[in-house]
């Protein structure tokens, strides 16, 4: 057991870091730990991701974020995070998962985590205040149809260089979808895109939407409008029509399900903390991000509930120094 924390960090994304360099910078004791690596969830983006903000709304503790261009890519994304980590000399304890987390009793009170290491070992953690900043990388949106567990089905996407000459099904009509398409499609494979609605959605960027809808127009990518997958099958799909209801198979070697993530807020619900059954929301203050349960706080796309989408790393960088800031009056308090 690791002598007390000021702070224990649940999830070593952006958000996560961000809570780390604001309390170094505070002179508080914080650890973090992530059961993947360090920024994973950029880790798993497409290899060939662009990041749509500029580098310097992504900086963390005014680290300079130098690109060569003027848009920020995965490789660089991660090269930065991992740089602000050496720079702070931060406490980051990757592929160790928490396992529960339980307020304390006695001895001045806090809260005790424990974890499973891959190597199997365990770990076991006591700190004052939490800060749960798992985001939404690992859940995503299911279909919810018969075969979606079958190894051909995917619900993340990295580049389309392996499936030449595959038929390939694209579920979606965001970013994620259309650009895992457009790429799949360039590779040579065989590519139709399935979407519930009538049109791509609003969010997808200019020149995406504009390259894809001209691929579709020209004939190179297929298209099926107001449908949903409702069976996937070894060597097939089977689609259902949401305007008249009929069925149409078609062949199918790879299913891409690019519908999304909404956080689990799991650790929050065993420790007591309210989620809002309608917005999946954690009861929280806005101006210092802790919940309804004293020394527990939250960050990243957590907060967002069940639209995560609204948060994003450039507007989330507040929520470090919001936090230390109320854990810094906490403890001033106390004294």
């Given at each position: 057991m690791q002598s007390e924390l000021d702070i224990l960090v649940v999830g070593a994304g952006?958000?996560?870091?961000?809570?780390?360099?604001?309390?170094?910078e505070?002179?508080?004791?914080?650890?973090?730990?992530?059961?993947?690596?360090?920024?994973?969830?950029?880790?798993?983006?497409?290899?060939?991701?662009?990041?749509?903000?500029?580098?310097?709304?992504?900086?963390?503790g005014g680290v300079p974020?130098?690109?060569?261009?003027?848009?920020?890519?995965?490789?660089?994304?991660?090269?930065?995070?991992?740089?602000?980590?050496?720079?702070?000399?931060?406490?980051?304890?990757?592929?160790e998962e928490v396992v529960s987390a339980e307020p304390a009793k006695g001895e001045e009170d806090g809260f005790i985590v424990r974890t499973r290491l891959a190597s199997g070992g365990r770990g076991r953690y006591r700190a004052q205040n939490l800060v749960i900043a798992t985001g939404y990388w690992d859940?995503?949106?299911?279909?919810?149809?018969p075969g979606e567990d079958l190894p051909k089905v995917s619900h993340y996407y990295t580049e389309?260089?392996?499936?030449?000459?595959?038929?390939?099904?694209?579920?979606?009509?965001?970013?994620?979808?259309?650009?895992?398409?457009?790429?799949?499609?360039?590779?040579?494979?065989?590519?139709?895109v399935v979407h519930f609605a009538e049109e791509f959605d609003s969010g997808v960027k200019p020149w995406v939407l504009s390259d894809i809808q001209g691929r579709i127009r020209d004939g190179d990518i297929q298209i099926r409008w107001n449908t949903?997958?409702?069976?996937?099958?070894?060597?097939?799909?089977?689609?259902?029509?949401?305007?008249?209801?009929?069925?149409?198979?078609?062949?199918?070697?790879?299913?891409?399900?690019?519908?999304?993530?909404?956080?689990?807020?799991?650790?929050?619900?065993?420790?007591?903390?309210?989620?809002?059954?309608?917005?999946g929301v954690p009861a929280h203050?806005?101006?210092?991000?802790?919940?309804?349960?004293?020394?527990?706080f939250i960050a990243g796309v957590i907060v967002g509930g069940n639209r995560p989408n609204q948060i994003f790393i450039e507007n989330s960088r507040e929520h470090?120094?919001?936090i230390v800031d109320a854990i810094g009056s906490h403890r001033s308090l106390r004294r």
């Open positions: 952006p958000s996560g870091l961000g809570v780390a360099v604001a309390a170094r505070a002179g508080l004791n914080c650890l973090v730990i992530d059961k993947s690596c360090i920024t994973s969830c950029i880790a798993g983006y497409p290899t060939y991701a662009t990041f749509f903000s500029t580098p310097e709304k992504l900086e963390l974020f130098v690109t060569v261009s003027d848009k920020p890519t995965r490789r660089e994304a991660l090269k930065y995070y991992r740089r602000v980590v050496e720079h702070f000399e931060l406490d980051v304890r990757q592929y859940s995503p949106n299911l279909l919810g149809v389309g260089l392996p499936y030449y000459d595959q038929d390939l099904l694209v579920v979606g009509g965001g970013n994620s979808a259309t650009e895992a398409a457009l790429d799949l499609y360039r590779a040579g494979a065989r590519v139709t949903r997958v409702a069976e996937i099958l070894p060597d097939a799909v089977r689609l259902r029509s949401e305007t008249d209801g009929s069925i149409e198979e078609i062949d199918n070697d790879f299913v891409f399900a690019m519908t999304g993530y909404t956080p689990n807020p799991w650790l929050l619900r065993e420790l007591g903390v309210t989620i809002d059954p309608e917005t203050d806005p101006e210092t991000m802790e919940t309804d349960l004293e020394g527990v470090g120094p919001k």
